[in-house]
């Protein structure tokens, strides 16, 4: 992509022009302001039904849904563990009106600065507001503003659920707030297991007679996510050993949650020799849902141990111990496919994390092997995914997101395997719960790069455009148009207008960007995305319950802040079909949408004869000609003549 683009105007002399050559006009249009998007996240209807399905009320639910129906606005408190979480979304799931424009806001804008912005609570929206990890700093800053993100949430009839942190709280709770917050209990473990495994297409009731081991772990009373992921472990043990029955199943799940490292540690000096420990980890490394066949994990084997420099078995083939009976030696079995997975439920991620935790010096030889495995023929896409994905997140626990970019820096120019590789590692880095900020950050300089390696932008755009766009959408959204201006092309529009055309949020936000942009820079890409952005359908639609974009009157500023950048500084050519589109438009629209878009129109082009030239030319081969004709002559001060009497 080239740099900022400039256009003038070449037009035949207007009554204000004295000179030949090219006339450019300017217009002080009073400038958008450059926008600061409070960031958030759309809670999908189907992920929303899927808790539903799992949830178990908890002692005060229905004094929390009393509280968030008569004041719009809910605390949730409790212990920790005991799911608030997850009561907060089922408080606002709970209105079906609300239902498909549910979404969780993430108290900070895109540079990280704590944010709560009242002018970005839309109209009948739900809000989720996390606060259970906010430090006394973040508490108190954010606490401050909570009334009144309150009273803008109830002014325009949108209902708001806030998870607090558990006591003590990081700092005092405001007198006015103290009457929303609603203390939730602990539901009964047993219980929240069996609804569950209900889900998971286990029998009603189960487990009718829980075992003493697992009694025993729901005494303890674990955080709730707890019990979810025995569930998920029942579930898979199930899957891998269909003919035992459901004590075996819970008993493999339970040896799971309470292993202990030093269990595997023994494991491993157990092992009789390098071979058979590099084995273990390559297993470890490779196993997905169903485990990598055992040619592939022979291979990698064999690349491991040449990584590490390990000496070269010399013994005949026939003389080596049989691959079956080494994958015993290290509790994995192949099944009728030869696909290899460990006995023990989960027994995977504890090797990885050993070997990582207590062979640091490994660490940097795993990544070269790693770098050499991808491109294997014997693996799969899904052997490569769980090899990335495994190397990303041992990565990020143990080097942060340093250590991950370094690997990546030798990734991302190469073709082939090594792009998804790439956009695979970065995304487990953008989403990272600890490294993930500073990623997003990178990710955000890299994005305003001029002239990226084509490989490196279209990594970039791959990133931006698929898992984080759902769990930070308006930080995608940035970076891509970013990309679009730059290095990332067609593909980058394309994805950008795919991301922005899906959430009437982020449309709003584009359009702002858009028109403060071409204010400015002009940047070409702007050009051919507010065109794309501003077909009158797009912006005249009604959601479910919802005005119109046009409606709103910062959306016309917008507007006519970007129409005012392309009729001065922009060929006809370019804008003109657009412009006509919104003229066909508006004589089908009804009144009040009529209105908008031809005012929109002619208050872009001010009172310049030229443009306003160009306009009225346009509008004459369409119903709306009369009226564009009597607001054009408003525009330039005439009044229509009375007649003498």
């Known amino acids: 992509m080239s740099d900022p683009v400039s256009y003038d105007i070449h037009s035949q002399a207007g009554p204000f022009h004295t000179g030949s050559g090219s006339q450019t006009i300017h217009q002080y249009f009073a400038p958008v302001s450059a926008p600061r998007p409070q960031a958030s996240r759309p809670l999908p209807d189907d992920h929303l039904l899927w808790l539903r399905r799992r949830y178990v009320e908890p002692d ?27 009561t907060a979304r089922m408080l606002l799931y709970a209105h079906p009106e609300l239902r498909g424009n549910l979404r969780e806001v993430l108290p900070e804008d895109d540079s990280g600065a704590l944010l709560l912005d009242l002018e970005q609570v839309g109209e009948h929206e739900g809000l989720l507001l996390d606060l259970s990890e906010a430090d006394r700093e973040s508490w108190r800053v954010l606490h401050d503003k909570l009334p009144g993100y309150h009273a803008e949430v109830r002014k325009r009839g949108s209902r708001l659920a806030v998870v607090i942190p558990s006591r003590p709280l990081p700092g005092p709770l405001h007198p006015v707030l103290e009457a929303h917050r609603v203390d939730i209990g602990r539901p009964h473990g047993l219980h929240v297991l069996r609804r569950a495994l209900l889900q998971e297409d286990f029998a009603p009731g189960t487990p009718e007679q ?28 199930r899957r891998s050993r269909p003919a035992d029955t459901f004590d075996d199943w819970c008993s493999r799940a339970l040896e799971a949650i309470n292993r202990q490292p030093e269990e595997v540690a023994q494991q491993v000096i157990a092992l009789a020799d390098g071979g058979s420990r590099a084995l273990l980890l390559t297993t ?111 990565t990020l626990a143990s080097g942060g997101g340093e250590g991950l970019l370094a690997v990546v820096s030798g990734w991302w120019d190469r073709q082939g395997v090594f792009r998804s590789a790439t956009t695979q590692a970065l995304t487990h880095g953008a989403l990272d719960r600890d490294a993930g900020r500073e990623i997003r950050r990178r990710l955000l300089d890299w994005s305003r790069v001029p002239r990226l390696p084509e490989q490196r932008a279209a990594v970039l755009v791959d990133v931006c455009s698929a898992e984080l766009a759902a769990a930070y959408p308006q930080q995608a959204v940035v970076r891509l148009h970013h990309l679009a201006r730059r290095s990332g092309g067609r593909a980058a529009e394309q994805r950008l207008t795919a991301l922005v055309l899906s959430d009437r949020r982020l449309h709003r936000l584009m359009l702002q960007r858009l028109a403060f942009g071409l204010a400015g820079q002009r940047w070409d890409a702007d050009v051919r995305l507010f065109l794309s952005l501003t077909a009158a359908d797009l912006l005249c639609r009604r959601g479910r319950g919802i005005h119109a974009l046009i409606d709103e009157k910062g959306i016309r500023v917008q507007l006519t802040s970007g129409w005012d950048s392309l009729v001065r500084r922009v060929p006809p050519p370019r804008w003109q079909e657009r412009a006509a589109d919104w003229l066909t438009a508006a004589g089908r629209a009804q009144r009040t949408h009529r209105e908008h878009l031809l005012t929109v129109l002619v208050d872009a082009c001010g009172k310049e004869p030229l443009p306003l030239a160009r306009l009225h030319e346009l509008s004459r081969r369409h119903h709306v000609a009369p009226l564009m004709f009597r607001k054009i002559n408003e525009a330039q001060g005439i009044r229509p003549t009375r007649p003498r009497r």
């Not at 004094?63 to 212990?79: K, N, Q």
């Not at 081991?213 to 025995?230: F, K, N, S, V, Y």
């Open 284 to 394: 470890a490394m490779l196993h997905g849902e169903h485990g990598a066949r055992s040619d592939a994990v022979y291979e990698a084997c064999e690349a491991l141990l040449d990584s590490v420099k390990h000496p070269v078995d010399e013994r005949p083939l026939l003389e080596r111990e049989d691959l079956s009976a080494r994958f015993n030696e290290i509790r994995a079995t192949p099944d009728a496919q030869g696909r290899v997975t460990f006995e023990a439920v989960e027994y995977d991620s504890a090797v990885r994390t050993h070997f990582w935790n207590n062979m640091p010096g490994l660490r940097t030889r795993l990544a070269t092997w790693v770098s050499r495995v991808i491109a294997l023929p014997s693996l799969t896409d899904a052997d490569r995914t769980a090899l990335v994905g495994h190397f990303a997140k041992q």
């Open 60 to 86: 005060g639910w229905g004094h929390a849904e009393r509280i968030l129906t008569e004041t719009h606005t809910v605390l949730v408190d409790g212990r920790t563990g005991s799911g608030k979480n997850a």
């Open 210 to 237: 829980p075992s003493p081991d697992l009694l025993r772990l729901l005494e303890r009373e674990p955080p709730l996510r707890h019990i979810a992921r025995l569930a998920d472990l029942i579930r898979r043990a």
